[in-house]
């Protein structure tokens, strides 16, 4: 708890960090309680209303339903917000355990692990997902594990660096002497003192999750109709958008605040738990 205040704290005084940390609380809060923020109902048809332009009554103007955009960019925020920072922690925790493992039992195991890595990471990410989805179909959930198990590898490699650093320090030597199990050094000794690069990188990687999920709901393989998803309402309006901007806008520019704020809070990271940017 000490070590979030502080690291709460110094967030606050880097101007980065402190302009992505409010960024993002305001997209959790609204990624919650959207669909009770939400003034209208977002599924709620408006034939006279078709197309409208930002207004007092509906703020972010409608779609080709006369459905109330802000409603749907509200309501939609948990479906792509919450659902990217889930693919981002599967990615995250799954690559970071094995890059510590590879890293800390070294030999034939680590090589074994790291030439599969690199083959895997010679797939683009958005590809080796389209191939995960081919397999389990397309769905929110199926989306979700395809974008973690694309970001995997690339967690796996951060981790395994750290590791091969951290392994050789004297308290891993130290509990090495003790005679403690390997498990236990693991979780107690490389795990705690490696997790700042890890928090960093999967900060910065929220915000390439959410582009992900909405890139696969735009080619219709993430959610489905009717879904107020971002991707999902931009490929919807494609067919409209030369009648009215606003149901692209909305959700495009939805998406651009999103990754600019996690980028922003990641960078702010960064720079507040590693020494060396300090210097």
Do not use: C
Request: no cysteine; aromatic share 10%; glycine share 8%.
């Amino acid at each position: 708890m000490l070590f979030l205040i502080k690291t709460l704290r110094a967030l606050m005084r880097n101007p980065q960090g402190a302009i992505g940390t409010v960024l993002v609380f305001l997209l959790l809060l609204i990624s919650v309680f959207g669909p009770f923020l939400a003034p209208q109902d977002p599924e709620s048809f408006n034939f006279g209303s078709r197309f409208a332009p930002p207004s007092a009554e509906f703020l972010f103007g409608t779609d080709w339903f006369g459905r109330d955009l802000f409603s749907r960019i509200l309501v939609g925020a948990r479906s792509t917000v919450l659902l990217a920072i889930l693919a981002t922690f599967i990615g995250t925790a799954s690559g970071a355990l094995i890059g510590i493992f590879s890293g800390f039992v070294g030999g034939w195991v680590d090589e074994l692990i790291m030439r599969t890595i690199d083959a895997i990471m010679a797939i683009p990410g958005l590809l080796l997902a389209l191939m995960i989805l081919t397999v389990l179909g397309s769905s929110s959930l199926n989306a979700v594990i395809a974008i973690g198990v694309a970001f995997a590898p690339g967690m796996a490699r951060i981790s395994r660096s750290t590791t091969l650093a951290v392994r050789e320090l004297d308290y891993v030597s130290a509990a090495r002497a003790r005679g403690e199990s390997k498990l236990w050094i693991i979780f107690s000794e490389i795990l705690p003192n490696m997790v700042a690069p890890v928090i960093v990188e999967a900060t910065i990687r929220v915000a390439f999750a959410i582009m992900t999920l909405a890139t696969l709901s735009f080619l219709g393989l993430g959610a489905q109709p009717p879904s107020p998803e971002w991707g999902l309402m931009i490929a919807d309006a494609r067919e409209h958008m030369f009648r009215s901007p606003w149901p692209i806008l909305a959700p495009g520019i939805s998406i651009a605040l999103v990754a600019i704020a996690f980028n922003l809070l990641g960078d702010g990271l960064r720079d507040v738990l590693n020494p060396h940017s300090q210097e």
